[in-house]
C-alpha cells in the first residue's frame, strides 16, 4: 500500500486578507495601497494572494523609507498622470 505525504505543502502565495490583518492595516487602506500599486496582488478565482516575494520586496521599501510622507510628496509630482496597475490574474 503505498503513503501519501500528509505534510502541509509551502506555498509561496499568502491570503491577501491574512496578510493585510497580521500587518494591522484596515481593509480601506490594503484597497489603496492595492490600487496605488504599493503591493502587488494575484488574483486567483476572485481570491486575492501576495507572494512571498512581493511581501519582502514591500518590507525592504518600507525600511528604506519610501512610503514616508516626504517620500509621498516628492512621489505626487513626479508621477501625475501615471496609469495605477491592476491585479494580475490567474485563471
Do not use: C, Y
Amino acid at each position: 500500500m503505498k503513503r501519501f505525504d500528509t505534510s502541509p505543502i509551502a506555498s509561496h502565495l499568502v491570503r491577501f486578507e491574512q496578510w493585510r490583518q497580521q500587518i494591522g492595516i484596515s481593509s480601506p487602506t490594503a484597497w489603496r495601497w492595492r490600487n496605488a500599486g504599493i503591493v502587488r496582488v494575484i488574483e486567483i478565482r476572485g481570491r486575492l494572494f501576495v507572494s512571498r516575494h512581493e511581501i519582502r520586496r514591500f518590507e525592504q521599501r518600507a525600511a528604506a523609507g519610501e512610503f514616508s510622507i516626504s517620500s509621498r510628496a516628492a512621489q505626487n509630482t513626479s508621477t501625475a498622470g501615471e496609469k495605477e496597475p491592476t491585479p494580475t490574474k490567474v485563471s
